[in-house]
Each structure stands twice: as C-alpha cells, then as structure tokens.
C-alpha cells in the first residue's frame, strides 16, 4: 500500500515518522501497519529456518514479524515468529 492507500487515522499516528512519506511501502498484519523499509533483509542459508523468508522485524526479544515477497513485488505474506 501507498500512503493514500492508508486510513486517515493511519496517516495521523504515522505522519511525524517521515521524511519522504511518498518513497514508503506499507501493509497491514493483524491491525498493523508496517512500512517495508523498517525490515531487515535476511540473507540466511540454506540450513537457517528463515532462509525462505525476505525479511523480520522485531517486536520484542523473543518475537517479531517475518516477510517474504511475491515475484513483483506487490504483495507480502506475512507471519509471526516466537523464539
């Protein structure tokens, strides 16, 4: 999603966090709106149990959010992770 595409409420709680809102990527994981360019790319191996997912962010120590993107680029799946 693209800035436009948020609810106004969504746009008010996320306006102060940027520079260049124009240039950010969201979408929406249980009642969350998350910006792709807050994940950290995950260049596992072949052996690591993330290896098959794009991206994470942390929510706390112990959990976070996983990413992986479709081949062009226009969706997300998304899935939580506990350790």
Known sequence: ?????????????LKDNYDNIEESSFFRYK??????????????NND???SKWHGHVGDSYFSGVLIKLSECGETVMAATYYS
């Open 1 to 13: 999603m693209h800035w436009h595409d948020l609810t106004e409420s969504e746009q008010v709680e």
């Open 31 to 44: 009642s969350h709106v998350y910006d792709l360019n807050d994940f950290m790319r995950i260049n596992g």
């Open 48 to 50: 690591d149990e993330f």
